[in-house]
T-cell receptor, first 117, second 111 residues
Framework: GAVVSQHPSWVICKSGTSVKIECRSL??????MFWYRQFPKQSLMLMAT?????????EQGVEKDKFLINHASLTLSTLTVTSAHPEDSSFYIC?????????????FGSGTRLTVV | EDKVVQSPLSLVVHEGDTVTLNCSYEVTNFRSLLWYKQEKKAPTFLFML????IEKKSGRLSSILDKKELFSILNITATQTGDSAVYLC???????????FGGGTRVLVKP
């Protein structure tokens, strides 16, 4: 149980375009979704926390207009990287917290590797 | 601000060796400490620790928490090449259910 599906696994986009990453909880209700960013050989850095039906809370230094997060339902959250630039290239991972996940300790999606060219 | 520090940054061992990874933390209203293994993709869950002194074990991996001294260790015995990965420690603190991650320990097990 407690599976989170993240798509796409990898994406290459042109500079200036927008990219949407989806995270779905398959067998539980994700009341809270976390979005992380990870640069090579570095740890996970929390970007934002989203609770279903309310605005996301962004960590200091993360531009909310650039990284749009939507958590409209208990099973789906999306992260849209708007007007992407090469410096946005990174590994993005979502993690969900909800009823039934406590035993598993926050379930992670499989990650999305974004390359902006 | 919650803080998690892992040591060592990296280590190289040979198959069969035992490794001990350290995680120390400062957190407001501690709720739990979690260990993850990360290979090429997203982290996979290993352990969640909430109580001091109770060892959690899964095969060759074990972990224990000391809430008085604010640290945890992860042990891997009889290491195998498949144990090569980055091991992440994270703490669940006060606000909003969010996790604070340490920088990770990169383990390389040579044949």
């Amino acid at each position: 149980g407690a599976v989170v599906s993240q798509h796409p696994s990898w994406v290459i986009c042109k500079s200036g375009t927008s990219v949407k990453i989806e995270c779905r909880s398959l067998d539980f209700q994700a009341t809270t979704m976390f979005w992380y960013r990870q640069f090579p050989k570095q740890s996970l850095m929390l970007m934002a926390t989203s609770n279903e039906g309310s605005k996301a809370t962004y960590e200091q230094g993360v531009e909310k207009d650039k990284f749009l997060i939507n958590h409209a339902s208990l099973t789906l959250s999306t992260l849209t990287v708007t007007s992407a630039h090469p410096e946005d290239s990174s590994f993005y991972i979502c993690s969900a917290w909800g009823s039934g996940t406590e035993v598993y300790g926050y379930t992670f999606g499989s990650g999305t590797r974004l390359t902006v060219v | 601000e919650d803080k998690v520090v892992q040591s060592p940054l990296s280590l190289v061992v040979h198959e069969g060796d035992t490794v001990t990874l350290n995680c120390s933390y400062e957190v407001t209203n501690f709720r739990s400490l979690l260990w993850y293994k990360q290979e090429k993709k997203a982290p996979t869950f290993l352990f969640m620790l909430t109580s001091s002194g109770i060892e959690k074990k899964s095969g060759r991996l074990s972990s224990i928490l000391d809430k008085k001294e604010l640290f945890s260790i992860l042990n891997i015995t009889a290491t195998q090449t498949g144990d090569s990965a980055v091991y992440l420690c994270a703490v669940h603190g006060a606000a909003g259910n969010k996790l604070t991650f340490g920088g990770g320990t990169r383990v390389l097990v040579k044949p």
